[in-house]
């Protein structure tokens, strides 16, 4: 039996350090359907390993802060907001 597999291109948005590490500003990304944001996270870092860098990073998704076990939807648009250092 084939499996075929279904793909969903999602919206990036970068912002701070994780721009500047990639050097885009927005990024379109083909994604397995029923993508976790934990599993988004891994291939993001397999794609743009510079991205490991980062110690810690949230998602948004659609303006909303997302968790790990959060799926993603076609079309949606995912924002990588790096942690923010004040001085």
Do not use: W
């Not at 029923?34 to 794609?47: C, G, M, N, Y």
Request: glycine share 4%; charged share 20%.
């Amino acid at each position: 039996m084939n499996v075929i597999e279904t793909r969903m291109e999602v919206h990036i948005l970068l912002f701070g350090i994780a721009k500047d590490l990639v050097g885009k500003q927005k990024l379109e990304l083909q994604l397995p359907a029923s993508t976790t944001v934990a599993e988004f996270k891994k291939i993001l870092q397999e794609k743009y390993p510079e991205l490991i860098e980062l110690n810690s990073i949230a998602i948004a998704i659609n303006s909303e802060y997302a968790h790990d076990s959060h799926l993603i939807n076609a079309h949606d648009e995912i924002a990588l907001i790096p942690p923010v250092s004040g001085g």
